[in-house]
């Protein structure tokens, strides 16, 4: 039996060390704006909502209480990385030219049969993927 249809993901909550410090550099780099912030009465979490109009995608930063455990690593159990779809070949140069205005590091344009995309990572080293699905 098939999967009932669903539309893609609404949310991704992502643990990192400081929700403000990565709240401001996912708004200054990729034009999320604030729509929530959630503080547990304990004290436990703390969370930073924030919304991509275009795509209508809603990230959390979730940041835990107590010193991170250690800094992000993709070969760990959990998430590899996260994909931003980007809708032509030009879009993704100018991405390319926005982080580099921004000083943001990033990979190379890596050219694919199929696809091309640039690499870069978050404050707590999460990579992020732009990308472009060529003829499609």
């Known amino acids: 039996m098939a999967a009932p249809a669903s539309s893609g993901i609404r949310y991704l909550g ?17 034009d999320y704006e604030e729509i929530k ?13 924030l919304h991509h109009r275009p795509s209508d995608t809603t990230i959390g930063l979730i940041q835990h209480k107590g010193p991170p455990a250690a ?3 993709e070969r760990r159990a959990g ?13 993704l140069e100018a991405w390319v030219v926005r982080l ?10 890596e050219d694919r049969p199929s696809s ?13 993927e732009l990308y472009w699905r060529k003829n499609g």
């Open 100 to 109: 580099d205005d921004l000083g943001i590091p990033h990979s190379a344009l």
């Open 37 to 49: 912030r959630i503080r547990l009465p304990d004290g436990w979490l703390q969370e930073v909502q």
């Open 79 to 91: 998430l590899d990385h996260f994909e931003i779809n980007v809708p032509t070949g030009e879009a």
């Open 116 to 128: 091309r995309l640039v690499v870069f990572r978050d404050p707590d080293n999460i990579q992020i």
């Open 71 to 73: 800094r992000f690593d």
């Open 14 to 30: 992502l643990t990192v060390s400081d929700a403000r410090r990565s709240a401001d550099w996912y708004k200054r780099v990729l």
